[in-house]
Nanobody, 119 residues
Framework: QVQLVESGGGLVHPGGSLRLSCAASGRSILINNMGWYRQSLGKERELVATISRGGSANYADSVKGRFTISRDNGKNTVYLQMISLKPEDTAVYFC?????????????WGQGTQVTVSS
């Protein structure tokens, strides 16, 4: 069974920083792209950032220059470093991974972690 477990969310003041982590676990898995998505109240889930196995990253325009995605392939973990946080960054952040297991490539999601930016 494949699991993604996120951590690192919380409450932060505008201009503050947070670091999210997401660890994938499971037997005989190969993780391809990993990424972070977010969903705020009344809105659809949106892409925040993705990173390939080789480390190539892509970002939503709204977070460029403020968020940095990285990964540790040895630990099957992806990170999202967030700085200069704004109230509009408030959302539930979900980790995503495209994982090859038993010859099948599928999307897996974490349970989500709340990020609240408020004074």
């Amino acid at each position: 069974q494949v699991q993604l477990v996120e951590s690192g969310g919380g409450l932060v003041h505008p201009g503050g920083s947070l670091r999210l982590s997401c660890a994938a676990s499971g037997r005989s898995i190969l993780i391809n792209n990993m990424g972070w998505y977010r969903q705020s109240l009344g809105k659809e889930r949106e892409l925040v950032a993705t990173i390939s196995r080789g480390g190539s990253a892509n970002y939503a325009d709204s977070v460029k220059g403020r968020f940095t995605i990285s990964r540790d392939n040895g630990k099957n973990t992806v990170y999202l470093q967030m700085i200069s946080l704004k109230p509009e960054d408030t959302a539930v952040y979900f980790c995503n991974a495209k994982i090859l297991k038993d010859y099948t490539l599928a999307d897996y999601w974490g349970q989500g972690t709340q990020v609240t930016v408020s004074s």
